[in-house]
Structures are given as structure tokens and as C-alpha cells.
């Protein structure tokens, strides 16, 4: 927990943030998330939740 991860979602979508918090299903809560739109912009979306059925790949961004 409290580590940065990076998520690749399903419809090509990709994620960055802080992980908070997940479930026994996947489901995870980001903190100080980063929506990556394209090779030069991306948005801040704060807090999300994204549900374990959208996540195609993650990858830690941190030493464990």
C-alpha cells in the first residue's frame, strides 16, 4: 500500500497514482491520479476507484 502504481485499463486507458486501498476482486482506490490521454497530455483526477474487471495490467512504479 502506498505505493505508485501504473494501471493499463481495457479501451487502451492508462492510469498512474498512489495505491490506498484494494479488494478481494481487484478493485482498487488511487490517490493523486494521473489519467495518461496521450504522449503529451494528461489529466489530474484526484481520488478514484477503478473496478478489477477494467484492469489489464499494473506495474509498481516503486521499490516494494
Same mark, same amino acid.
Given at each position: 500500500?502506498?505505493?505508485r502504481?501504473?494501471?493499463?485499463?481495457? *479501451?487502451? @486507458?492508462? =492510469? %498512474? &497514482?498512489?495505491?490506498r *486501498?484494494?479488494d478481494?476482486?481487484?478493485n =482498487? %482506490?488511487?490517490?493523486? %491520479? =494521473?489519467?495518461?490521454?496521450s504522449? %503529451?497530455?494528461?489529466? @489530474?483526477? *484526484?481520488m478514484? =476507484?477503478i @473496478? &478489477?474487471?477494467?484492469?489489464?495490467q499494473?506495474e509498481?512504479?516503486e @521499490?516494494i
Amino acid at each position: 500500500m502506498d505505493k505508485r502504481l501504473s494501471l493499463k485499463l481495457n *479501451g487502451n @486507458r492508462k =492510469v %498512474t &497514482g498512489v495505491l490506498r *486501498g484494494f479488494d478481494q476482486f481487484m478493485n =482498487v %482506490t488511487l490517490d493523486e %491520479t =494521473v489519467e495518461e490521454v496521450s504522449a %503529451t497530455e494528461s489529466n @489530474r483526477i *484526484g481520488m478514484v =476507484v477503478i @473496478r &478489477g474487471n477494467s484492469i489489464v495490467q499494473f506495474e509498481c512504479l516503486e @521499490r516494494i
